[in-house]
C-alpha cells in the first residue's frame, strides 16, 4: 500500500536518506517600506499639516502686496465700516481702512515676533542651562534668578518690561524673549543633569578632556531636540504674548498694523461691526494652532519612544 507524500523543493533535491526541516511560513506580513520626505509626513501627518499651515502663513506675509492688497494704513473716511464684500473681501474699520490689507500685513509682525522670541530664547536659555546644568556651583547661583523670574506670569512681566520702554517690535520681542528665557533654562538643565552622570562623559571625564569640549561635543547634540520641540511652542506663546500686548495698548505702536492692534481698534464696534475682530482672531488662531501642531509632530518624531512606527 503505498501513500502521496507532497516534498518541498529543499526536500527535493535533498540527498537520500537526510531529513529535511519544512519550510517555516511567514509570520510577519510584508510592510512596504515609506522611505523619503513622503514616507516620512506620512508617519507624522500632524507636522505635515501645521507645516504646511504655517508655510501658508509666512508666504502670505511674504507676498502680501502681490495679493490685491492696499496700503494697510491709508485712511478713507469715505469708506469706513463698510460690510464684507466682493469689494473688500473683510471690510473696512472705522477709519475707512481696509481689514483685508491690514490682516495680511499684520501677519508679518506676529511671525517676526514669534520666530525672533524662539530663536533668543532657546540660543540663551540653552546657554544658561548648560552652563547652570553642568557646573554645579553656577547651578545654585543661577537658578535662583530663574526661578525668581519664573514666579512673576510671562504676561505681566513683558508688562512691566514694556513700560519701561517705549512702544516698538523690537522693545517687544526682547520683553518677551525675557520672560521666556527661565523656561528654557530649566528645560535644558533637567536635560543636561541626567546626561551628566552617563558613562561616556564620566569616561570623557576620566580622559582628561576639558569641560568645553564636554559640553560640545557630549552635551549640546543631545539637547538639541528637546529644545527644537521647545522653541516651537515658545514661538506660538510669542504670538499670542505680542497679540495681548498690542491689545491693551502696551505693545507695538498702533500706527503698524498687528492682528492685536487690529482687535483693540475694533472691539469698541464688536457688537455691531464683528468683522473687525473676526479676520485678525482667525489668522491668529490658525498660526498658533500651525506651530502647535508643527511641534507635536516634531516631538513624535525626535523622541524615539513615542515616534510612530512603520
Known amino acids: 500500500m503505498s501513500s502521496a507524500t507532497v516534498l518541498s523543493p529543499t526536500a527535493a533535491t535533498a540527498p537520500q536518506g537526510v531529513a529535511v526541516a519544512a519550510p517555516t511560513p511567514d509570520v510577519l506580513l510584508p510592510v512596504k517600506a515609506r522611505k523619503g520626505f513622503i514616507g516620512f509626513l506620512r ?28 496700503d494697510p494704513t491709508a485712511l478713507a473716511p469715505a469708506r469706513r ?15 475707512g481702512r481696509d481689514v483685508y490689507s491690514r490682516v495680511l500685513y499684520g501677519a508679518r509682525v506676529s511671525l517676526i515676533v514669534g520666530f525672533s522670541v524662539a530663536i533668543l530664547a532657546s540660543v ?65 538643565r533637567g536635560v543636561v543633569l541626567s546626561l551628566r552622570e552617563q558613562p561616556y562623559v564620566e569616561a570623557a571625564v576620566a580622559a582628561g578632556t576639558r569641560t568645553p569640549m564636554i559640553i560640545w561635543r557630549h552635551i ?18 510669542a ?27 475694533g472691539r469698541a464696534l464688536w457688537q455691531v461691526k464683528p468683522y473687525i475682530v473676526f479676520f485678525p482672531a482667525v489668522f491668529l488662531s490658525i498660526t498658533v494652532l500651525a506651530v502647535n501642531l508643527l511641534g507635536d509632530g516634531l516631538r513624535d518624531a525626535l523622541d524615539p519612544r513615542m515616534a510612530k512606527r512603520i
Open 43 to 70: 508617519r507624522h501627518p500632524t507636522m505635515a499639516i501645521g507645516g504646511s499651515l504655517l508655510l501658508l502663513m509666512v508666504l502670505v506675509a511674504i507676498f502680501a502686496p502681490l495679493l490685491w492688497t492696499t
Open 81 to 95: 465700516t463698510r460690510e464684507p464684500s466682493a469689494m473688500y473681501w473683510f471690510g473696512t474699520d472705522m477709519l
Open 124 to 188: 540663551v536659555g540653552l546657554t544658561i542651562g548648560m552652563i547652570a546644568g553642568y557646573i554645579r556651583l553656577a547651578d545654585s547661583i543661577i537658578m535662583r534668578v530663574m526661578d525668581g523670574l519664573m514666579s512673576i506670569p510671562p504676561i505681566l512681566l513683558a508688562i512691566a518690561l514694556m513700560a519701561l520702554t517705549r512702544g516698538s517690535v523690537q522693545n517687544v520681542i526682547i520683553a518677551i524673549t525675557i520672560a521666556e528665557i527661565p523656561r528654557v533654562s530649566r528645560l535644558v
Open 220 to 237: 549640546l547634540p543631545n539637547t538639541l531636540a528637546p529644545i527644537t520641540v521647545q522653541a516651537t511652542y515658545i514661538c506660538a506663546a
Open 239 to 265: 504670538m499670542i504674548t505680542e497679540a495681548i500686548l498690542s491689545f491693551i495698548g502696551a505693545g507695538t505702536p498702533p500706527i503698524i498694523p498687528s492682528w492685536g492692534n487690529i482687535m483693540a481698534e
